[in-house]
Structures are given as C-alpha cells and as structure tokens.
C-alpha cells in the first residue's frame, strides 16, 4: 500500500474530514497520512482508540513516535494526557490502551537504529524561547539529533511565518488556525514540505501552535 509515498512533493490533508478506517484490532481506526506497506509499514497515521479499547502487546521494530492529541493513551508504563510527546524506539514494547478514549498522531518505522533512549515530554508545559530571526514566533524543542530536529512553535496572531529545510518539513496543527495559499489549515491538519521548498503562511487571527519535524526527509526508509 502507498498513500502519499512521493516524498518530493508537498502534501497537505485536512485530517478532521477523513473518513476512519477500521485497524486490525477492535475499536481502533486510524486516518492515514502517509504509508509505504500493508499493516507492517512505514506510516504516518492519526489513531482513534474507542473507550475502553486497547491493541495487544507489540515490539515496535521500527521504533514509534507519537502525540496524544485528545483524551488519554494508557500502556503499562504510565498514562499520558493530551499534549504527551512521546519516543519509542526500535525494539521497544508495550500494550496500548485508553480507558476514556483517545486520538494520537503516530509515525512508525522511521527511527535512526543508534537512538536509543525513550522520550516523554509535556508539550503542553515545555518553555518557549523566542526565536531572533522569526518575528511573533517562539518555540522549544522536543528532539534533536544528526537526522532530525522535532520543536513546538508558537505562532502569534495574523503573523507571517516563513519556513524552510534542506531536509523537508513536517508540520501538525496543534491549536488555532493559518492559511497558506489558498488553503485554510486548522486544528489537527498535517502539511509534508518537501527538501529545499520555501513556503509562507499567514496565521488566523488566534495564532497558531504547531509541532514541526525537519531534516528526516533526508533519510527515507520502509521495512525490508
């Protein structure tokens, strides 16, 4: 299965209008962003688990990377509220859950094999730093390494935001709303900026916070 496997081209889905499609495992559907492979693949996905459902226990072989973005996600290492950002890597294993029900965004098999250590943040209490060369922008950063930079931005009211990365983008909507284009992004929706693409967005007049990934679309891989 592929759905927008072509990484050069920028991608933008408005998550809230998607349908949800039935996962293996009862009570929990998910909105595919994009995948390269059958229920074992490289996948970016927003995860509804239902109240009181929960998936069996498994390894994550190409390691987990996700966000609670409603509710609650339970595993037996702990519980994690909305605002939770959360690294698994390779061979790491739990059993997820969610008593009250939850949504996450979760990308899967795209870890760099010599990460090893497991990251839980609070996003929603990290500090924010403004940034000099951006105005009305402030941001903290969740994870860094040689692969890739992970932050929380704040964006305020009707500022323009330029963005760019030799190694592509990835962006969330967390909160409030911009535009780009001719295209209006608001809560929960997901743009991929492909490698040395410039864009300009113009936030709504409640800002914006956005989680952003960039320099991984240097490094695309898929289970063998």
């Not at 889905?13 to 693949?41: C, F, N, Y």
């Not at 059993?95 to 795209?110: D, H, M, N, R, Y």
């Not at 709504?204 to 960039?214: A, D, L, N, P, Y």
Request: glycine share 8%.
């Amino acid at each position: 299965m592929k759905v927008n496997a072509d990484f050069d081209r920028k991608v933008i889905e408005h998550t809230q209008k998607m349908p949800w499609s039935p996962s293996p495992m009862s009570g929990v559907s998910r909105r595919m962003l994009d995948r390269i492979g059958e229920e074992v693949a490289r996948a970016t996905s927003i995860v509804r688990y239902d109240p009181g459902s929960n998936f069996s226990s498994h390894v994550h072989s190409g390691g987990e990377e996700f966000i609670v973005l409603k509710g609650v996600f339970q595993d037996e290492h702990g519980d994690y509220p909305a605002g939770t950002y959360v690294r698994n890597p390779i061979n790491t294993e739990h059993t997820p859950a969610s008593e009250p029900g939850c949504e996450i965004f979760v990308k899967l098999w795209q870890f760099d094999p010599s990460e090893t250590e497991i990251l839980r943040v609070d996003m929603n209490t990290i500090p924010l730093q403004t940034d000099p060369d951006r105005s009305g922008v402030r941001s903290g950063q969740l994870f860094s390494d040689s692969r890739e930079t992970v932050k929380i931005e704040q964006w305020d009211p009707e500022t323009e935001v330029s963005l760019q990365h030799t190694g592509g983008m990835e962006l969330l909507v967390i909160d409030g709303s911009f535009t780009q284009g001719d295209e209006v992004l608001t809560k929960h929706d997901w743009l991929r900026l492909p490698k040395n693409e410039h864009l300009k967005i113009q936030t709504g007049i409640h800002g914006s916070r956005v989680w952003i990934k960039t320099g991984h679309l240097d490094h695309i891989t898929s289970p063998s």
